[in-house]
């Protein structure tokens, strides 16, 4: 049951189309790296295409077929539904897709000076490879929020007159112990502290001015200033300085601070060919950014088409802004109650009669390393989306298993949309495994299978993606959303 390339399908204008998609999306990920970002673009795009806010809706006090209504949360996850002609309780098609990806988080205490150079201390995001993440270019995307209310905003290292930051490693001429480690202790993860500045302040060449407000109760230590601290760590004073005009922060700013450590630097095209792209973040944003497209494209629903971008996957999916919090089931219940259907009665009948594509990337065939593949049940590039019925690990442990059902209907689907598509499993059995948010929603009885790109370098600093798996996940995601 081999899968022909999607490539050798197209014409021109099939062609055409595949590349000007991959290009938005090559946008989409170069200009939005976290979880924040994603959400807010999100968010700005529904607006553009007639979406109003779950508190607008409330407003105006109903909703009714054709009505576009959207709820974020905590500006990290967002839900986006389409009001199809059927009643609500007879089920939605659901886009489910995470903006979240691995990173370097900077600590809550994170500023400190070593033999004059100053350094942010991290704890890494989600599965990494840690070895990966030194010598390269980096950039710190996030916000600082102040006790005023105040919320600053921070993005450095991405344009081109913007300095960049970096781990450090080794020489490989004083390396031989340190190579002598598996890959898993190469480096550890203390040891991914991103190197921010190494000028020292001159005598008199910064404000005497606080370099923090201590609000314990009971305090009595007078306030540290600027020039105080310059004296015995003149690098981390001259950098706070700097901070302190750019942004208006203290050094205890960093306690109500989230600041993400991502690779700097736009996506590229990758190959002679310009087949694929080389970017940061393909998982999950080669799946969240067609979800969200196909869904602001929809029109005249029979179902109701909901699009799921929701934060945490990479960490289990847990907390206010991930999968596993009562957000989805909450803001259905609100939807459900203006379209005229309220109580929980309705809201179980509606979720359990739901279908689900769990967008989500899946492994692809890497020739370089094919022992860890199983070849007939792997996704390869350029042979279009891939549908997992099962993931998990080892005997499909922690997987949502779609049923036989479920599947022959969504092969249906795909071939009367005309999107290319592939199965798979990932990797090898006893290999290793992952998972998806789909065991989350699947608990509410509704049917949800996972359904993504193909991925090689996945979780790596820079992975590929194909362009033309991008399209067809795009096609595939419209023809799952008019489904009826």
């Not at 691995?102 to 100053?118: I, W």
């Not at 203290?250 to 087949?275: K, N, Y």
């Not at 969240?288 to 909901?306: H, K, N, W, Y």
Request: charged fraction near 25%; charge should be negative.
């Amino acid at each position: 049951m081999k899968r022909t390339n999607a490539w050798l399908a197209y014409d021109e204008a099939a062609r055409g189309e595949a590349f000007d998609f991959a290009e938005r999306y090559r946008m989409f990920i170069s200009e939005n790296k976290t979880e924040r970002e994603c959400a807010a673009t999100a968010i700005d795009m529904a607006r553009a295409a007639g979406y109003v806010s779950l508190d607008e809706a409330l407003e105006r006090g109903s909703l009714k077929p054709g009505d576009k209504v959207y709820a974020a949360n905590y500006g990290k996850s967002v839900l986006l539904a389409h009001i199809g002609a059927r009643p609500l309780s007879e089920g939605l098609n659901i886009l489910g897709a995470h903006i979240d990806s691995p990173r370097l988080d900077v600590k809550q205490n994170p500023l400190y000076e070593a033999c004059e150079l100053a350094l942010l201390d991290t704890h890494y995001y989600g599965g990494i490879k840690k070895y990966q993440w030194v010598t390269i270019p980096l950039a710190i995307h996030g916000v600082i929020a102040k006790k005023d209310g105040s919320v600053e905003r921070v993005d450095v290292g991405e344009d081109a007159g913007d300095p960049v930051f970096c781990v450090t490693d080794l020489l490989i001429h004083l390396s031989q112990e340190q190579l002598q480690k598996n890959a898993a202790k190469v480096i550890d993860g203390e040891a991914l502290d991103v190197l921010v500045g190494g000028r020292p302040a001159k005598k008199g060449e910064i404000e005497d001015v606080p370099a923090s407000k201590a609000d314990a109760a009971g305090e009595d230590e007078e306030d540290e200033t600027l020039a105080k601290l310059a004296e015995k760590e003149p690098v981390k004073a001259f950098l706070l300085d700097l901070l302190a005009q750019k942004y208006g922060m203290e050094e205890e700013d960093f306690l109500s601070s989230e600041l993400e450590v991502v690779p700097a630097g736009a996506a590229r095209d990758l190959g002679f060919d310009r087949s694929m792209i080389l970017g940061y973040g393909h998982d999950d944003r080669s799946c969240s950014f067609p979800s969200l497209v196909a869904q602001l494209e929809a029109e005249d629903l029979e179902r109701t088409g909901v699009c799921l971008l929701v934060d945490k996957e990479e960490i289990g999916s847990v907390g206010a802004t991930g999968m596993t919090s009562l957000f989805f089931e909450n803001t259905m219940a609100e939807i459900l109650a203006l379209a005229g259907e309220p109580g929980d009665l309705a809201l179980r009948r509606c979720l359990a009669r739901s279908s689900m594509l769990s967008s989500d990337v899946s492994a692809g065939f890497d020739p370089t390393y094919a022992s860890a593949f199983e070849e007939k049940n792997a996704a390869f590039l350029g042979r279009g989306v891939v549908f997992n019925k099962f993931t998990g690990s080892r005997g499909k442990a922690g997987s949502n298993d779609a049923n036989a059902e479920y599947m022959a209907r969504i092969r249906a689907v795909m071939e009367k949309g005309g999107a290319a598509f592939q199965t798979a499993e990932l990797g090898k059995v006893d290999v290793g495994g992952g998972g998806t948010i789909a065991y989350i929603l699947a608990q509410y009885g509704m049917e949800v299978i996972d359904c993504g790109v193909p991925v090689l370098n996945m979780h790596a600093p820079w992975e590929v993606v194909d362009k033309a798996d991008l399209y067809e996940a795009l096609k595939g995601y419209r023809a799952f959303l008019k489904w009826a």
